[in-house]
């Protein structure tokens, strides 16, 4: 079951709300013996995570199917909180490097929904029914745990404030009455969302179309402290026309070197954009572009260490012509207060009235 976005809380009454983990979305089959980890795609992901497997055969007695998210946690001085490029990492072709990822950065999988117990379908029962079945599982161990959920708006728009410092990426309001549908955005979710001024830097060309005619997507960069240009990320998604127009409008700007992301950059630590990784055996081709321009993009999350890097394509808001693109630094990007992960799975942030929080 997928979410709608929407840009408040409802407050009609009509949903349970949860947080929204920013992990794996994973489908869980298990039965003594038997368990099997599913993605939204209906790929496996069993043999990524054995330690979840184990975890069921654990501590499961009753077949059912489950649906949730598998994220890992990264503890330090200040708490715990989500780790996204750990839980990316833990996708390995080699089979030596996933049982020694498993013990170095364990999963965990947060349960949200109910699907079947036993021989019973409840995928057309009330989400309230499924939750109470839910949390009657008693998941509340190391590797898994049960999300909380309220029906108080009031609440839910304290964790959309506070769950943000843990890593969390909003929240996800589903209808009390409503059958969990395969596909369907019957649910809600509101998600993070800011600005940022950034260096156009570089173009990649709109796939399937003549290199020079149509622009697929511009590459972003901003300034760290030492002045260093990073690539962070990119803006695409432009209507066919523009792309088309931009071609034409950034053309001359197409440049050599010398360019912040060409040459020899293997000691400065600087992310450079179309580089080779695990997912990718070969560079991804990109235009440098004389770095002039500056555009403001819409963007909901960052990740990785210092310096970091939008974790999903940003959107195009305008362009910045009254900006310096010496100007355009990381210290303009927001960071929330750390809160700690732990503080969420045990429902932190509660109201003392009105709040019928369950799990």
């Avoid at 260096?199 to 020079?212: C, F, I, Q, S, Y």
């Avoid at 020899?264 to 004389?290: C, F, K, V, Y």
């Amino acid at each position: 079951m997928l979410a709608a976005p929407v840009a408040e809380i409802p407050r009609d009454g009509r949903y349970l709300f949860e947080p929204k983990w920013d992990g794996f979305r994973c489908l869980v089959f298990a039965e003594p013996g038997n368990v099997r980890l599913q993605s939204r795609t209906g790929k496996p992901l069993d043999r990524y995570f054995p330690e979840i497997r184990a975890a069921f055969d654990e501590h499961l007695a009753a077949p059912a199917v489950l649906d949730g998210e598998l994220v890992v946690v990264r503890r330090d001085e200040d708490g715990d909180r989500l780790d996204w490029d750990a839980l990316s990492e833990r996708i390995h072709p080699a089979d030596s490097r996933v049982r020694a990822l498993a013990e170095a950065t364990p999963a965990v999988f947060v349960a949200f929904d109910l699907l079947a117990d036993g021989e019973t379908d409840r995928t057309g029962e009330p989400q309230q029914r499924r939750r109470d079945l839910l949390t009657g599982l008693g998941l509340d161990h190391e590797r898994l745990r049960t999300t909380p959920a309220t029906r108080d708006p009031d609440t839910a728009a304290d964790w959309f404030r506070v769950f943000e410092g843990a890593g969390l990426d909003g929240i996800i309001g589903k209808p009390l009455d409503g059958p969990y549908r395969p596909g369907k955005r019957t649910a809600v979710k509101i998600k993070h969302s800011r600005t940022a001024d950034c260096v156009v830097a570089g173009l990649r060309w709109h796939t399937g179309t003549e290199p020079g005619t149509a622009v697929g997507s511009l590459l972003l960069g901003l300034h760290d402290e030492q002045h260093v240009l990073h690539h962070v990320g990119v803006v695409g998604a432009f209507p066919a026309a523009q792309r088309r127009e931009l071609a034409g409008e950034l053309a001359p700007l197409i440049t050599g070197e010398p360019h912040p992301w060409l040459g020899d950059h293997a000691t400065d630590g600087r992310r450079l954009p179309g580089s080779i990784n695990r997912w990718r055996s070969s560079a991804q081709p990109w235009e440098p572009l004389r770095p002039e321009r500056v555009v403001e993009v819409g963007y909901d999350h960052t990740e990785g260490a210092a310096p970091a890097r939008f974790r999903h394509t940003t959107r195009f808001v305008r362009w910045r012509p009254d900006r310096d693109p010496d100007s355009c630094g990381y210290a303009q990007l927001a960071e929330p207060a750390r809160y700690d992960l732990e503080g969420v799975l045990r429902g932190g942030a509660d109201r003392s009235r009105g709040d019928d929080r369950t799990g």
